[in-house]
């Protein structure tokens, strides 16, 4: 069974750093595609970042962009989330999620973590 295990979050001051892990217990993590998403209070989930499996190639949504770094450690079977600059807007739950062999869709989910950025 998979399992993503999340990490990191709390409350920042705005202008402030985080940094989420994401743990996911696979043989293969190098056959996923991770994915961040968020959801704040009364809004649709919406994509944050991604990075490809071999972790060459990463990207982020154009809200966050220029803030954001995806990473991954493919030796640990962790997937990482740096923002910066953060504003009062980056408060929501922070989701990970893997899409197995580019499936397109991403099939498993973390348990979600609270970010609040204060002003």
């Known amino acids: 069974q998979v399992q993503l295990v999340q990490s990191g979050g709390g409350l920042v001051q705005a202008g402030g750093s985080l940094r989420l892990s994401c743990a996911i217990s696979?043989?293969?993590?190098?056959?996923?595609?991770m994915g961040w998403f968020r959801q704040a209070p009364g809004k649709e989930r919406e994509f944050v970042a991604a990075?490809?499996?071999?972790?060459?190639?990463?990207n982020c949504a154009d809200s966050v962009k220029g803030r954001c770094t995806i990473s991954r450690d493919n030796a640990d079977n962790t997937v990482y989330l740096q923002m910066n600059s953060l504003k009062p807007e980056d408060t929501a739950v922070y989701y990970c999620?893997?899409?197995?062999?580019?499936?397109?869709?991403?099939?498993?989910w973390g348990q979600g973590t609270q970010v609040t950025v204060s002003s």
């Open positions: 696979v043989r293969t993590f190098n056959r996923y595609t």
């Open positions: 999620a893997a899409n197995l062999d580019n499936s397109g869709r991403y099939d498993y």
């Open positions: 990075i490809s499996r071999s972790g060459t190639s990463t």
